[in-house]
């Protein structure tokens, strides 16, 4: 309603008040951000200035800092007019990015950098006019740092970070989402794979364009684009796993595939492609570290990893161990008991099934599906009387149950 009041007394262009209420109705659900290793779903206030830190070129920091420190030592003498041009937009615009809590990438807050440049040609233009015979030298190395600090991104503009974050290699770990990773490097890719003779790859890939359409053979992993979801699979190991920055670091992922691909990060990669897109050799799937003192969200989601690596991707083997390190802390759950039985059945583990599964039966007497469960293993054992017993059990427990 207040768009179209605004439209209908023409106070703004169409497309801003459009664009805006767009933002907003895409903006209202809570987005889990990240920020040199931390998680949020409400933003930090600190969010863009640590982004604009490391996202600006150093050359470029060094001139702003120069133009606020004349502008300020001038201001007396300076048209107040010309000060409010530059300052009230990047106050004004600066600081309603930082109080949004929507922190997912510098591109929010561009605006500023006309400004921005404007206190740096104050400091430019000192150096120019000082009449010192350094000056220009001093001008011209910081320029020169500049470019070769730019250089090291080409052609990965988006990528890039200064040496304050330890450039564009280490970007990753700082942030995320359309700051370094944003759908990009398919084809390059699609290349590295043609050099190295890989035909097939394991991708968890941040965008949405379909691989198939760059001629990619590959396994689609958990956090695909929306139109692969229905293709998600577990991983062919031995092989090369590629990851996005964006998956591996969680930004967008419940806490199970968070703890899923949290290990990766301590991996080398076999290559890096356009600073982004990050390439592994994994022999075997790699598992997140158990603290001696979990606390009950991370239990809660080892456990739910396990049961999507089970039952959502039919990977038993994995499941297994998040199952057991999940156990280790909680002993008496008959679900989980339950599950790690048909997880070692399916891994074919079958020697350890029926420990599990009876261990399952002693700590939840009444669950009837442990019951069940047990009584088909015994089944298949060749336990008969066992089997039968669990199974009168298991019908006493769930009337009407058709198994």
């Known amino acids: ?22 933002f907003v109705q895409s903006m209202t659900p809570p987005n889990r951000t990240f920020l040199a290793g931390d998680y949020s779903s409400e933003g930090w206030w600190y969010y863009f200035p ?37 300052f009230v937009p990047l106050v004004v615009f600066f600081g309603a990015a930082m109080a949004s809590g929507i922190n997912l990438g510098l591109r929010h807050v561009l605006p500023i950098y006309p400004f921005v440049l404007l206190l740096a040609a104050v400091a430019v233009k000192a150096l120019l006019t ?11 190395v910081i320029m020169t740092g500049g470019g070769v600090e730019l250089a090291r991104a080409y052609p990965n503009p988006l990528a890039f970070f200064n040496q304050l974050a330890g450039g ?25 794979m043609a050099r190295n003779n890989v035909e097939h790859i394991n991708l968890a890939y941040f965008g949405q364009a379909d ?7 590959c396994t689609h992993l958990p956090g695909a684009p929306g139109f692969a979801t229905d293709a998600i699979a577990r991983p062919r190991l031995p092989g090369y796993v590629t990851i996005s920055p964006t998956i591996m670091q969680g930004g967008y992922a419940p806490p199970q595939w968070q703890m899923f691909y949290e290990p990766s990060t301590d991996l080398e990669p076999a290559a890096v492609i356009g600073h982004s897109l990050r390439v592994y050799w994994v022999e075997k ?5 158990v603290p001696p003192a979990p606390t009950a969200a991370r239990l809660d989601a080892r456990r739910t990893l396990a049961e999507a690596l089970m039952h959502g991707m039919q990977w038993p083997e994995p499941a297994i161990a998040h199952y057991r390190d999940y156990l280790r802390h909680r002993p008496r759950d008959g679900d989980a008991l339950m599950n790690l039985g048909i997880a070692l059945a399916a ?21 009837g599906r442990a019951r069940l469960t047990l009584a088909r293993a015994l089944l298949g054992s ?3 009387h066992g089997a039968a017993a669990q199974a009168q059990r298991a019908v006493e427990l769930l009337p009407g149950d058709a198994d």
């Open 1 to 22: 309603a207040v768009t179209a009041w605004g439209d209908s007394h023409r106070l703004l262009p169409n497309v801003f008040t459009e664009g805006f209420l767009m």
């Open 50 to 86: 640590v982004a604009f830190l490391i996202k600006t070129p150093i050359a470029l920091l060094l001139l702003v800092a120069g133009g606020l420190v004349i502008s300020f030592r001038r201001v007396r003498e300076l048209n107040s007019l010309r000060l409010a041009f530059v």
């Open 130 to 140: 000082t009449g010192r015979q350094w000056a220009p030298v001093a001008l011209a």
């Open 168 to 192: 564009p290699a280490n970007g990753y770990k700082y942030l995320a989402d359309s700051n370094l990773d944003w759908g990009a490097n398919l084809k390059r890719l699609d290349d590295w």
């Open 211 to 217: 691989p198939a359409y760059y001629g990619i053979d």
């Open 285 to 289: 799937w790699p598992m997140a570290p």
């Open 347 to 367: 891994a074919g583990r079958i020697p350890e099934v029926l420990p599990a599964l009876e261990s399952a039966v002693h700590v939840a007497p009444d669950h």
């Open 382 to 384: 060749g336990n008969l």
